[in-house]
């Protein structure tokens, strides 16, 4: 099974599309104000509708009120809901909608408890544990704390590139990566090179 891939934080709509026609399984928006990547709504469905058919649009959120994740879901055409906060799981499963759980992982992190904790989640999303950070760190952690088998799929995050992408796949054989700023040139804003050198590092992982 090829690993898939998803790129988070866009914010205009060129990388966005550029990310589309090299090959990405998702692209993630923010919505999570505190970050220099989050956007409003009307700026999602500029970026949303500039995509082609069979790319999926994940909208991540931390901690976010119902009313907010309800009125993005209802404006715009969202496939996934990744929780990268502290939500417990009767505050995940209430959309309707496939979802991600953000793990920040630290030595002490139980994630097979957490997959039976979450166990309608779409998959785990495994990110570095930063003291105050609530986003992604940009930080790589030991994969050496990831379980060989659970129960749900897992997303690596945290910290990758095209230097340690194929690496990546290779250790930890991971069912997605999610990569943000290790494929931008500032915050918020893609290098299509960096992301087509990803991608290409992905497939030969694979391999």
Avoid at 23 to 41: E, H, K, Q, T
Avoid at 96 to 105: D, E, T
Avoid at 110 to 116: M, P
Avoid at 157 to 182: C, E, F, I, K, T
């Amino acid at each position: 099974m090829r690993t898939r891939i998803k790129i988070c934080g866009f914010t205009r709509v060129e990388d966005a599309v550029a990310a589309a026609k090299l090959g990405v399984d998702a692209i993630g928006l923010v919505f999570y104000p505190p970050s220099p990547r989050s956007i409003s709504i009307e700026h999602a469905r500029n970026i949303v509708n500039a995509l082609p058919a069979f790319v999926s649009v994940v909208a991540l959120f931390v901690d976010g009120q119902e009313s907010q994740i309800k009125q993005v879901l209802n404006k715009l055409a969202i496939d996934v809901i990744q929780f990268h906060g502290d939500e417990p799981a009767n505050q995940c499963n209430i959309y309707n909608k496939p979802y991600l759980k953000a793990i920040k992982m630290t030595k002490q992190m139980d994630v097979l408890q957490i997959a039976e904790q979450y166990n309608d989640a779409s998959a785990l999303l495994l990110d570095t544990y930063q003291p105050g950070i609530k986003g992604g760190s940009g930080h790589q952690f030991d994969w050496d704390l990831i379980p060989k088998q659970c129960a749900l799929p897992i997303v690596l995050a945290g910290g990758l590139h095209a230097d340690n992408a194929r690496l990546a796949v290779q250790s930890v054989r991971p069912y997605a990566l999610d990569v943000s700023s290790g494929v931008e040139t500032e915050k918020g804003i893609k290098d299509v090179a960096k992301m087509a050198a990803f991608i290409q590092q992905v497939k030969e992982g694979d391999n």
